[in-house]
């Protein structure tokens, strides 16, 4: 027998059994996978910091090596951006807890106290639509709704109050967090500051182990992901600060107490891509019905017109061309991901659905240019 063919047969008989022996143990697999990713969760963390603070650090990089470049004192430029990334996050989440929280909190306390005037008035519309329509509506009685919503704050209380006995597990909790959180700003630290050794050193372990046929081929792969993970992630950010701030703006003229509650719903729910946009306006539309429904139908005109504006306008001005995946395959892998991984696949899925479909249309552009077809 051929030696190569011998070899591909054993290949091909090594990879089933490793394959029916994780299929067939494949909760003790997923055990040790999350304790892995547990092990590492504070690099990982890091990892993710460090590549959410690399545009600003860059740009401040390249702000700073122009006034110190050609001076002595040309390698603080690094470090300085460094610092000042760090500050300007700071800056943001002081920014955000002094003046946004307390005016969602304002807010919500505001909905709190009139709650059980605003279930009296769902009521009213509710006996003058079946009236109207001579509709029986005696099972939609909410009168007993208020009272429900108390025993369930009462109960939120009660477990509150219950967890006395287990503070020390959640005093370890909190230690647990606070060094995870500690370590993974260091990591990240470290990778904003050494990132050119750091991908030097990558590329040359890479180039080492990993014939070059195959190397620049996963190179190109892993620029191709950075670069659309990098444009995402600002796209979605952007796009949630200015639909939050501009909704926020609009509240104040439709209901100016809920327009902290409002803008914030709606700028949240907009990182998460197509079904964010829904998730936001049906959120505030149940809140503003419940005070006025014709102040719910404005916020949704309202809000139409807005999300029209900002994706067609501004959207595109500031953050430039979009990830380059058509909106069925955003769809698709938005669906996809969330059933697979919850949140963190609907957030995922339409940077790494861009990343193959791009991969996808090179390969078939080559191979219809290798084989000369149009």
């Not at 547990?38 to 603070?53: D, M, N, Q, T, V």
């Not at 014939?211 to 659309?228: G, N, Q, R």
């Amino acid at each position: 027998m051929d030696k190569r063919l011998f070899k591909s047969i054993l290949l091909i008989i090594t990879y089933a059994v490793v394959l029916v022996m994780v299929l067939a143990r494949l909760d003790v697999v997923g055990f040790a996978l999350g304790r892995l990713l547990g092990l590492f969760r504070p690099l990982i963390i890091g990892f993710a910091l460090a590549f959410i603070l690399n545009r600003p650090c860059h740009f401040f990089f390249r702000l700073y090596n122009c006034g110190l470049g050609k001076t002595k004192a040309a390698g603080a430029a690094r470090p300085l951006a460094v610092v000042t990334s760090y500050l300007a996050l700071i800056v943001v989440i002081t920014g955000v807890f002094s003046f946004v929280l307390p005016k969602l909190t304002e807010s919500i306390q505001t909905f709190a106290l009139n709650l059980s005037g605003y279930i009296s008035n769902v009521q009213d519309w509710i006996n003058h639509l079946a009236d109207y329509l001579h509709l029986d509506m005696e099972a939609l009685d909410l009168s007993s709704l208020n009272q429900t919503l108390e025993n369930l704050f009462k109960q939120a209380l009660g477990f509150l109050s219950s967890l006395a006995p287990q503070l020390l597990e959640i005093t370890t909790s909190i230690v647990s967090l606070v060094v995870t959180g500690v370590l993974a700003l260091v990591f990240s630290i470290y990778m904003l500051s050494g990132k050119e050794k750091l991908l030097g050193q990558c590329r040359r372990v890479l180039r080492a182990y990993v014939p070059k046929k195959f190397a620049d081929p996963i190179t190109d792969v892993i620029h191709l992901t950075s670069d659309t993970f990098t444009r995402f992630i600002t796209g979605q950010l952007i796009e949630a600060c200015i639909l939050g701030g501009l909704c926020t703006v609009g509240m104040l003229f439709i209901q100016p107490d809920y327009a902290p509650l409002i803008g914030v719903t709606v700028g949240a729910s907009a990182i998460i891509p197509v079904a964010g946009a829904y998730i936001g306006a049906i959120l505030s539309a149940v809140l503003l019905l419940m005070v006025s429904p014709l102040k719910a139908l404005i916020f949704l005109v309202f809000l139409v017109i807005l999300q029209q504006i900002e994706g067609n306008v501004i959207y595109p001005k500031v953050v430039g061309s979009s990830i380059g995946l058509p909106g069925i395959w955003v769809l698709a892998a938005v669906t996809v991901g969330g059933g697979l991984l919850g949140l963190e696949g609907v957030l995922l899925s339409v940077p790494v659905a861009s990343v193959l479909y791009t991969l996808l249309r090179r390969d078939v552009r080559r191979r219809l240019d290798h084989s000369g077809e149009a």
